[in-house]
């Protein structure tokens, strides 16, 4: 495979250009003769392992150098692009996005991050030739079996000597290269060394391979260290810098990462519609049923919400830096809660087809399985929210919106003109809130069947701060009260309104987005997760679903977007 080609032009026509030739090289999903259709696909899964003529398709494609930036030679440039691309992959297989692709990003970014200019030299080089990376990020000991995950490097001349296990890493036998972090006497620590195929006999052992309800087709296993040697150079940034290095490339990877997996979703709403239209007039499950209108209603309305969310969270790390960890960790901890109810209203629509692990509809099934594999799981729920109450703390003396030039930026899907991705270390140090600060003027704009959901929002807003403000009021060194999870999914909530509510303000003139069937809908969706009563209006829900069903037919994506799909 040779070195992708880095050009220059990163426009917006560029970038769809790229996912077009992406798209068609995947085809349509649906399409029996398709070599990387659903079938085959199924068929692999059932096998457990990724489909190989995806894999050849990829190569060809070289997807690594998406996860390249652009000064060494590759074309990442743009979160939220990379994003997009990636959820072509999704869409069909997320075992395929997963094990081929994003496993990789996962490591690569913690070099970019903290590598010397020779070592992410190297990962370029590496990625851009076809290689495979993996990562054994740090795991908290709430929850965990931490003592058999936990890897100790002890220092040793010009290098170190590495101890311990990872119970489970997703690609680690195909890894050309492994990121892992380890304690040593200075503190938590970063390093890259090469993977267990150019380690043999070295102190390094793969240990058998877990079997997964989810994402079958990726090879997760253990790796074992028995005084494995770390030569001089494996150290990323300092010793003791693993910590921090962890937390400052967690913005880059949840935000990311999450809005890959609306590819997934997008394939459960896409199954399901097909599923209600070929049913006859007097089926429940017809699209003359109510409830089956309503949950494709509610589905699309959900998809778009959380591309508002993934939206902002992505293009945060270029635009607010300081504030990007905090909307990633909201739309970490909330986009998986939305989806798994989103999966839940279609799977009714389905009935016993929602099981089914073959036919027409067999791959709802398999994304049934796979979307919740995504991400961070539990813990990093739970890191989520920890970070969501410690902005809660500090959200009363917080100011408002940051720029108006740079928070309009922020919510224009199309808009190419983004300086680079940074990540600020000092975030605790922020200080505002731009999303919160942003909502009551943004829900100004909002009319017709979207005013009374902004109004809501509004109210909830209040209460928001008031809670905020008796939380931060409590004595010094008393535990914080478990109303704060609520609060946390209250301000989670809210800064998905503000999210919407500023791509409506900032919306392109024509199109779909212009359409305020969507805003009124989408902010009810959010709306009624706050307060009961919300309802949509019958002309804007079915607005929605015309649009469902006319990029079903046109083959578009349900996002905001609308990318052809499958051509």
């Known amino acids: 495979m040779t070195t992708a080609v880095n050009t220059a032009d990163s426009s917006e026509a560029a970038v769809q250009e790229r996912i077009a030739r992406l798209e068609h090289d995947l085809g349509d999903l649906d399409d029996p003769g398709n070599p990387l259709g659903s079938q085959q696909l199924l068929a692999a899964d059932e096998q457990q392992r990724l489909l190989p003529a995806a894999e050849r398709l990829l190569d060809a494609f070289s997807l690594n150098a998406e996860f390249v930036p652009r000064r060494l030679g590759g074309r990442l440039d743009r979160l939220d692009v990379l994003g997009r691309v990636l959820r072509a992959v999704f869409r069909r297989d997320a075992a395929l996005g997963l094990g081929y692709g994003w496993t990789s990003y996962l490591a690569s970014v913690v070099v970019w991050a903290g590598g010397s200019e020779q070592q992410r030299r190297a990962t370029a080089d590496l990625l851009l030739a076809g290689g495979r990376m993996a990562c054994g990020y740090p795991e908290p000991p709430q929850g965990n079996d931490f003592l058999r995950n936990r890897l100790t490097a002890v220092p040793d001349g010009d290098g170190h000597r590495l101890s311990g296990r990872k119970e489970a890493v997703n690609n680690a036998a195909r890894a050309d290269a492994l990121v892992l972090f380890a304690d040593t006497p200075r503190g938590p620590s970063a390093f890259l060394t090469p993977g267990p195929a150019h380690t043999a006999g070295s102190g390094m052992t793969l240990l058998p391979r877990r079997r997964t309800v989810g994402v079958r087709g990726c090879v997760i296993q253990g790796v074992a260290f028995d005084d494995h040697r770390l030569d001089a150079g494996r150290l990323l940034s300092a010793a003791g810098d693993g910590t921090r290095l962890a937390e400052h490339v967690f913005p880059l990877t949840r935000s990311a990462g999450l809005s890959m997996a609306l590819g997934c979703a997008d394939t459960a709403l896409r199954t399901t519609t097909a599923f209600a239209r070929s049913h006859r007039l007097r089926s429940p499950a017809s699209l003359h049923s109510a409830r089956t209108r309503t949950a494709l209603v509610n589905a699309f309305a959900d998809l778009l919400v959380c591309d508002c969310l993934s939206l902002l969270a992505t293009r945060a790390v270029h635009l607010l830096p300081r504030e990007c960890r905090t909307l990633g960790a909201v739309a970490k901890y909330l986009l998986p809660t939305i989806l798994t109810e989103t999966m839940d209203d279609l799977s009714i629509v389905l009935g016993a087809e929602a099981y089914a692990t073959g036919g027409a509809y067999g791959i709802f099934h398999k994304t049934a399985r796979d979307l919740p594999m995504i991400g961070l799981g539990s813990a990093g729920a739970s890191a989520s929210r920890a970070v969501l109450v410690s902005q809660m703390l500090r959200l009363p003396s917080l100011g408002g919106a940051a720029d108006g030039g740079e928070l309009a930026a922020l919510f224009r899907p199309f808009d190419a003109g983004l300086p680079p991705y940074r990540v600020a270390d000092d975030a605790d140090g922020c200080a505002r809130d731009s999303l919160i600060g942003s909502l ?128």
């Open 440 to 567: 009551q003027e943004s829900a100004r704009c909002a009319d017709g069947a979207a005013a009374g959901a902004a109004a809501v929002l509004v109210s909830q807003l209040r209460v928001l701060r008031e809670g905020c403000e008796e939380l931060a009021a409590r004595p010094a060194g008393k535990y914080v009260s478990p109303r704060a999870y609520a609060l946390a999914d209250r301000y989670a909530l809210l800064v998905a309104g503000a999210a919407c509510l500023g791509v409506w303000r900032e919306r392109p003139a024509g199109g779909f987005l212009a359409d305020p069937a969507w805003i009124g809908v989408a902010l009810a969706r959010v709306a009624a997760r706050l307060e009961r009563g919300v309802r949509v209006s019958d002309d804007a829900a079915d607005r929605m679903l015309a649009e469902v069903l006319h990029r079903f037919e046109d083959a578009r994506s349900y996002d905001l977007y609308a990318t052809a799909i499958g051509r």
